[in-house]
């Protein structure tokens, strides 16, 4: 606290905004335009970091007369409030000093609420329907000149419907764990349910923190709101900015996402992941390069209660990245990251430190990636990106088809158009191997006989890319701004992921699979043929969504509507490419198929919200 209290001054307040603020699309899109400087691929940006660059795009005169007003209301958004009470903001402002030097102190309380419904109509003549009501009270404000503060807290009735599927072993079926000793493996069963019915897939990120109370059963605690249900969340944060923004330090509970690639790509840390509390630390020291590390305890998920659920699920997460930028051409990420069962491990929580080598040093319990991001881009044409996110691979070995090989990786590239404002277009590609994200349990010696998780998870949600293991996926997305209170976006994707249910599901299609440790280079099982080793989904969405902000009123509204056609396809034999019936192991070919546990169906879905007061 002593260092947070020092440094230079400064006038505007280092609260972040959060990641899934329009704002940094056209953050974004400025930089392919070469309007402002880079700016740091650690998200999410305080409020001072965002005003100073709108200043820098502004002042740029490269804009046409909707994008200033767009930005001008987006400053007025993040300046700082008269006293008293401004309903504009739904928030009361007050201001002091303390102590012998003055030392500024502001306090910012007020409330707001987003109140969502949802529906999906399928063509198997399901009908589900979703809703969202939240409410929310912050106190915000600043320490001095240099510390931010912020304490949210919002409470909300939920339900977002989801199937069950069937059941999934997290080896595979027949794994072979009888009579081994209790420090070898042992296969599990778990319950396989859809995605959230009501929402696009893969588009539902949850809102509440832990669990969820039912209201038949107000002092148990629930998995999922299938039907109406409480919850909260408690985001905050105390974060201090130092030498004009060039240091920041943040104590906080908050969504991130990290890397010079597009905004929403990121395969090591995304703005999809669950948020939880962590200590972080942003240094760039010059414009070339630039070092971030954070270090967190990360959250479990309640699948068998409170007590069941969470001895298995004592992890920490770090992760340290390093920047490096050659003007506004070329950025290079690399990215070194550990999930490792909560002691006290100083090797890991610094960032001087590489966690991907230090493992070697204290013995190999926990679980390490390594990303490498490299974005070339040429101001007012736009830019192509490639990452790699590496879990486990083995050089000697055929990268193409053992399951050992568990990376993730995507190419894309993101073009800013002339028509309308801040208009741009992305296409992507990624690829995410069999296993990938996922992590064997086992004993550690300071947990006993537990055997430990530790996939690259929290929550139950994928800390990394958004989609599971052994998934493919194109996306061609539009974003633009016809209005300086209007902002919409079409979207097209193509999805493909193996199976992790019924008769022919593929081993390493979830998060929660568990690699075999032997005989990884031999065992037929452990290869991978994608779409031909099994029974796959393919999902092709197409949706249109906008956000409409009242000029006047504290009031925006906001929607999404569009089709999810799914389909399975399905191979000639047993999935796995094992050889259980004296079949040689390998590629097999695959149809579209129509059954009872792998059905053909069309979605139309709907999203329509309202938020008063928004931040």
Known sequence: MCAFFGGALFAQTHNSVPVDNQVYHILEHAQMRGLCAPLSGVRPYTQSVIVNAINEIISSGKLNSTETEILERYLARFSKPKEGIDW??????????????????????????????????????????????????????????????????????????????????????????????????????????????????????????????????????????????????????????????KLIMRLGRLSHDWGSTSFGSSLSFNKMARPFFAVETEFNPVSWFGISSLTGILEYYNTEGIYVSSWPSQNAFSITMLQFRYKNYLFLDFTDAAIWPKRFELG?????????????????????????????????????????????????????????????????????????????????YTRINPYCYTHHRNLLPWYGDIRMEKSYSNNGVNLGYYLPPNSDE????????????????????????????????????????????????????????????????????????????????????YGEAGVNYSYFTNIDRKANNADLDGEQPGPRPYRIINTDDYTKSTGFIVVLGVKIFPR
Do not use: C
Request: charged letters at 20%; glycine letters at 8%; aromatic letters at 16%.
């Open 474 to 557: 194109i996306l061609l997305k539009y974003t633009t701004m016809p209005a300086k209170n209007i902002d919409t976006h079409f979207q097209y994707q193509l999805i493909r992921h193996g199976a992790d249910f019924g008769p022919n599901s593929v081993d390493g299609s979830n998060i929660l699979s568990e690699l075999d440790t032997k005989k990884r280079d031999d065992n037929p099982i452990l290869k991978r043929y994608f779409l031909k080793d099994g029974a796959y989904q393919w999902m092709h969405v197409a949706k249109i969504g906008a956000n409409w902000n009242l000029s006047g009123l504290p009031i925006s509204f």
């Open 348 to 428: 890991y929580m610094s960032p001087i430190t590489n966690s991907f080598f230090y493992q070697n040093n204290v013995g190999k319990f926990d679980n390490m990636a390594i990303t490498l991001s490299l974005k070339a881009q040429y101001p007012g044409i736009g830019n192509i990106w490639f990452s790699i996110f590496i879990d486990e691979m083995n050089l000697t070995s055929n990268l193409w088809t053992l399951d050992r090989q568990m990376l993730a990786m995507q190419a894309g590239l993101n073009v800013p158009l002339p028509l309308l404002s801040f208009s741009s277009l992305k296409l992507s």
């Open 88 to 245: 504009t903001r739904g928030a009361w402002f007050g201001e002091t000093t303390l102590g012998k030097n003055d030392m500024p102190i502001t306090g910012n309380f007020g409330i707001g609420a987003d109140l969502e419904g949802s529906a999906g109509i399928y063509s198997t003549k399901d009908r589900y329907f979703g809703m969202e009501i939240w409410a929310k009270v912050f106190f915000n404000g600043d320490l001095g000149n240099n510390v931010s503060y912020s304490f949210d807290f919002q409470g909300g009735l939920m339900q977002a419907p989801r199937k069950w599927l069937g059941t999934y072993h997290t080896f595979y079926e027949g794994f072979n764990d009888d009579q081994v000793p209790d420090y070898e493996y042992i296969s599990r069963e778990i319950e396989i349910y859809s995605e959230p019915l009501t929402h696009f897939p893969y588009n539902y990120k949850k809102r509440w923190d832990g669990s969820v109370f039912s209201f038949s059963q107000l002092d148990q605690f629930e998995t999922w709101p299938t039907k109406i249900a409480g919850g909260y969340s408690l985001p905050s944060e105390l974060t201090a900015s130092f030498f004009e923004n």
